[in-house]
């Protein structure tokens, strides 16, 4: 095996697919429950988006997709020399359409997210005081029962949002799937990690 | 009644015993044979030293300090080219230059829980201080590579760059403080999507953007440095960065390095005081370093004492670990001791004594009576 991969097996997982088959290079079938799966010399491991950081920062894995939502909250210390264009998303902060929102300097609100680490950055950036409420998921649900005055999550179509009566308010960033490679790996491992890199450029949207 | 997480070892510390300690123990004394054979001096610098010598940015936040008996604030040592940069400049301060320093031992920082990192870190380094600059540069990469060797890591390289390069692109742009602290960010990230939304819609010139983007991709061997001239000429300054790099390269390559050199002009982070090279050894099998170094022109004259320095340290445990990783920890010593019985108490004792006269190592009293 010349390199290992970690990949996710949620959102970005179709997109990854499509974008190795069109450069030629091998990815296994999504046949279900393995988490360890080779296919001629790379070997692939799937794991939850935010532990790809993780596996690539430690060089359990050389490489890995990853969104880049999930690198801004991880801050990884890994290299991201791939853009991949798929899995396009927005970072947003967002509120219960039509609620106040005190934004200026010296603002203070609880904001509700599954990003704590950026919303914490984008917050104190701005000088407003802000209570970050860390939940695991259904973060739409917190202003709609009182828990926050505001949500810091992913807005892809924005369906979700205004189905649970939140507009956005401001974008804080953009999210694309990169690809992700460990430092060592990147220079004592350079020709696979190369020529893996030099594929995938040619074809990345 | 004792409490149970008392038996635990804190987070941040670690605890070695036996073919543990024995495995580490040899890497380092490999490590400091090496550094004596380039006639290195050893020093032993104290544990802890006003806080104000480790207030470089990158330790400010991880630098364990306290207060001394009599108000001073002190810290717990967290770097050690500071701490010798100090000594340097005093206690050895009517010593010509250059002087070659080696020190082996442990630094505190307190760190962030992350899993991997220590706060209590083993560091076997050397500082090279008042040196000519490209004989120093090119003697640190060939210290380095013979440690690595040396040790019997397998497929090691070394990564070389320059802080001059990032440095004088950067002067180039269009940024406020913020705005070049997240440029450093991406560029050491190797994120050239980043660079572009970082440097789009700023008045700076596009040759300096270019170049910017272009160091997040190039990677190579030394014959790579060619292209990175030509792609950092919008910049004198980066350009003879460049050039003061491919000397120092060329040099070491001509030694034989060739083949173990690669060029990073990415890596950019790290201790605020580099001025020049900087390098980075890695190998396969470890995902992190296994050592690092650079020049550090302008540390020395913080102490009153301006004067070119270079270093670098391996880390002990980032050795072992590769070491392992790579299948190649040496065998424990098979020679058991000779046990001595110690039923009659001074007879035995005298037996004892004999053989370790002898030189013999010996287990005493085990098992007997008395």
Known sequence: VSLTLALTKGRLLEGSAALFRRAGVPFPNGDGRRLVVSEGELRFLFVKDIDVATYVEHGVADCGVVGRDVLLEAGSDVYEPLDLGFGRCRLALARLRGARLDLSRGGSLRVATKYPRVSARWFRERGVSAEVVRLGGSVELAPVLGLAD??????????????????????????????????????????????LLEALRGVAG | VSRPGLVQVPRGVQCFVGDEARRRRAIEARVLEVFRGWDYEEIIPPLYDYAEVFSDPALQTSTVSFLGRDGELLALRSDFTSLLAKIAAGRLARREPPIRLYYSGEVLRDE?????????LYQMGLEHLGGGSRAADAELLAVAAECLERVGVADWVLAVGHVGVFGGLVGRCDLDGAGRTALRDRVDSRDPAGVRELLDGTETAAPVAAALESLTGLAGGVDTLPEALESVACSPEARAAVVELRAVVAAAAEAGLAERLVVDLSEVRGFGYYTGLVLRAYAPGLGFDLGRGGRYDGLLARFGRPLPAVGLMFGLDR???????????????????????????????????????RGERVRFGDGGAA
């Not at chain 1, 939140?166 to 350079?190: D, G, P, Q, Y």
Request: hydrophobic share 40%.
């Open chain 2, 112 to 120: 962030p829980l992350q899993p991997g990192r220590q706060s209590e």
């Open chain 2, 319 to 357: 050795l072992a670990l590769v070491l392992e990783r790579q299948g190649r920890v040496p065998e424990p010593d098979p020679a058991g001791p000779a046990r001595v019985p110690a039923r009659s108490l001074g007879a035995g004792l005298r037996e004892a004594r004999e053989r370790r006269a």
């Open chain 1, 150 to 195: 505001c949500i810091v999550d992913v807005v892809e179509t924005g369906r979700t949002l205004e189905e649970n009566g939140l507009e956005v308010v401001e974008e804080i960033a953009v999210s694309t799937a990169r690809l992700i490679v460990n430092r060592a790996s990147f220079h004592a491992r350079r020709q696979p990690v190369a020529r």
